[in-house]
T-cell receptor, first 117, second 114 residues
Framework: GAVVSQHPSRVICKSGTSVKIECRSL??????MFWYRQFPKQSLMLMAT?????????EQGVEKDKFLINHASLTLSTLTVTSAHPEDSSFYIC?????????????FGSGTRLTVV | AQSVTQLDSQVPVFEEAPVELRCNYS??????LFWYVQYPNQGLQLLLK?????TLVKGINGFEAEFNKSQTSFHLRKPSVHIC???????????????????FGQGTELSVKP
């Protein structure tokens, strides 16, 4: 089945530094990947749609200069949290689909727990 | 604009009892419906999905859901739950004209007690 690998699973960084999170589709190609953010005991909020070879599409209220997304290949999308602050601490999850998402469904990565101290 | 409402934030239930987790949605176009399960500090696992056809959908781990277009609902059911079903459950909707974007409900915490 389709597998999405997300790395790292946990990261602690100092305030003001940048953190990069990787999302890889291991056994399929994904022209589109999605990045979500989840606060404790809350639902997933879509941050942006990552498109291979083009700019990401950000949801309203998401700072594109704060959350840099790069989708340079058909199997890798990265989310960089720039100049991280404690309020950026959250659980970040990516997802991708091996084909027409609505036919195949979405496969989610295992998530990255970011803690900014 | 589409939205998803999960009516119960927490559902406590005893082991081997039946359970229903409720989900309602609003949309002006055709939708695709999904249920996901999330265990602590993990990503999401697809339980089942409705794309078209039969309104009763069977998924993994003994779960099933029924799409009711007139009531705009997609409730998740299991006839007999186990301790290992304790997790967070999310209902999600994708509109046919939105390029695959998923909108999630608030989640329901299912707690199965012995």
């Amino acid at each position: 089945g389709a597998v999405v690998s997300q790395h790292p699973s946990r990261v602690i960084c100092k305030s003001g530094t940048s953190v990069k999170i990787e999302c890889r589709s291991l056994d399929f190609q994904a022209t589109t990947m999605f990045w979500y953010r989840q606060f404790p005991k809350q639902s997933l909020m879509l941050m942006a749609t990552s498109n291979e070879g083009s700019k990401a599409t950000y949801e309203q209220g998401v700072e594109k200069d704060k959350f840099l997304i790069n989708h340079a290949s058909l199997t890798l999308s990265t989310l960089t949290v720039t100049s991280a602050h404690p309020e950026d601490s959250s659980f970040y999850i990516c997802s991708a689909s091996p084909g027409q998402a609505n036919n195949y469904g979405y496969t989610f990565g295992s998530g990255t727990r970011l803690t900014v101290v | 604009a589409q939205s998803v409402t999960q009516l119960d934030s927490q559902v406590p239930v005893f082991e081997e009892a039946p359970v229903e987790l409720r989900c309602n949605y609003s949309s002006s176009v055709s939708v695709y419906l999904f249920w996901y399960v999330q265990y602590p500090n993990q990503g999401l696992q697809l339980l089942l999905k409705y794309l078209s056809g039969s309104t009763l959908v069977k998924g993994i781990n003994g779960f099933e859901a029924e799409f009711n277009k007139s009531q705009t609902s997609f409730h998740l059911r299991k006839p007999s739950v186990h301790i290992c079903d304790t997790a967070e459950y999310f209902c999600a909707v994708s509109e046919s004209n939105q390029g695959g974007k998923l909108i999630f409900g608030q989640g329901t915490e299912l707690s199965v007690k012995p």
